[in-house]
């Protein structure tokens, strides 16, 4: 049977995500273990790599990518890293978990799709975790079973209690709302034509010189229009809220506040720290899944094409950040390889 030992998982980035995607993969995934952690702080892979039985620390991913016992790479270095990785994997036929985003740029992403198209078959999904997560998916359910009709309009809160050091206005449409440009397109099963952003008066929270709040429109391929409030210093906790205005209905996710208590003349639940408590069962369900499709040959999740089309989008969000008004989304034609 291939991968009898498990499947070997090269990570790429030991940081907030990597660090998390390496405990997982060695705590909670069946049916992969890491065989390399690679990150440009050596200390940081070998602390990692030590803790790991048949664990390899590198400096370079394409020492670790080119390594024997590496049958699969997750990707999790900065973005403007990704696409050197995606290149090296590909060029050895291997399975990809790239995280979001899959590449900063519309040029870079369409380097990645034509390597794999010129491989013939697809190796990379994106870490679009948001379509793994349990509510999101019953959401998708629902809108597909058409029980409410058409979706007419689709509202989305994406706040974060802070944003680290650096982080930008661009980011905030690259960075953050890039999970609302892929859970539009696959909940709605369209494209995103335009994007307009709007600046209210910036929270007295937001670094200087950073428009924090914003508020993103996108109208789609079929005339639907949907609206992101993207805040990234809300000061209380890591809220996502999304809500579908229906023909027949309209529906909402992200309320649940787990345990309700009622105690001092108060009642009400907590609002998670991050992503990584708010979506920890669907990071958990995406590298499972991902791991299982690719050990029976196959793929799962966003594809490299929802990579290019977020890139696409949020390339628009940003020309509209930086010049004001309404962008057109520019596409090249869909290729018959991404169905
Ligand atoms: N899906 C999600 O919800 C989610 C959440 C957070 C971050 N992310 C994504 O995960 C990726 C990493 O984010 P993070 O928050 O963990 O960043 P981070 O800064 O905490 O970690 C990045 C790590 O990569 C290392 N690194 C930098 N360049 C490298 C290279 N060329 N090769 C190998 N390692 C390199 C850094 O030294 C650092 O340890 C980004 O693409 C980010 O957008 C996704
Ligand atoms: O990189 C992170 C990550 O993608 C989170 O899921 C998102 O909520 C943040 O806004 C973003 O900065």
């Known amino acids: 049977m ?13 940081g907030k995500m990597g660090a998390d995607h390496v405990r997982r993969l060695h705590d909670v995934i069946s049916g992969a273990r890491v ?3 690679v990150d440009i702080e050596a200390d940081r892979a070998k602390s990692l790599a030590d803790a790991i039985d048949g664990c390899t620390a590198y400096t370079e991913s394409a020492a670790a990518i080119a390594a024997d016992d590496v049958d699969a790479v997750l990707i999790a270095s900065p973005g403007p890293a990704h696409e050197a990785a995606l ?18 740029d519309t040029g870079s992403a369409l380097r990645v799709i034509e390597a ?16 793994f997560d349990a509510e999101y998916v019953k959401l998708k359910r629902l809108l597909d079973s058409g029980e409410l009709g058409a979706a007419l309009m689709l509202h989305q809160r994406h706040r974060n209690l802070t944003m680290p050091p650096g982080f930008t206005d661009a980011m905030l449409i690259s960075s953050s709302v890039a999970h609302e440009v892929d859970a539009t397109r696959w909940l709605l099963g369209q494209e995103i034509a335009a994007v307009t952003v709007h600046k209210p008066a910036a929270s007295s929270h937001a670094p200087a010189g950073m428009n924090d709040p914003q508020f993103v429109l996108f109208e789609t391929s079929a005339g639907a229009l949907v609206d992101v409030e993207i805040f990234g210093h809300c000061g209380y906790g890591y809220q996502v809220q999304a809500e579908a205005v229906c023909e027949r209905g309209t529906v909402r996710i992200g309320d649940e506040p787990g345990p309700r208590v009622s105690a ?16 920890e ?16 040959g196959e793929v ?13 989008v ?26």
């Open 2 to 14: 291939a991968f009898q030992r498990g499947l070997g998982v090269a990570v790429i980035g030991t």
């Open 35 to 37: 065989t390399a952690v």
């Open 87 to 104: 290149i090296e994997a590909l060029g050895r036929d291997l399975p990809v978990l790239c995280e979001k985003p899959m590449t900063p």
């Open 116 to 131: 794999e198209q010129r491989l013939g078959h697809r190796r990379v999904s994106v870490g679009f975790m948001r379509r």
């Open 264 to 279: 001092d003349g108060r009642w009400g639940g907590r609002v998670p720290p991050d992503y990584i408590e708010r979506f």
């Open 281 to 296: 069962d669907a990071y958990d369900r995406e590298v499972q899944a991902w791991v299982d499709a690719t050990r029976r």
């Open 300 to 312: 799962t999740g966003a594809s490299a094409w929802d990579g290019y089309a977020a890139a696409a």
């Open 314 to 339: 949020c390339e628009a969000g940003v020309a509209s950040q930086r010049e004001g008004g309404r962008i057109e989304v520019a596409l090249v034609e869909r290729p018959a390889f991404y169905p």
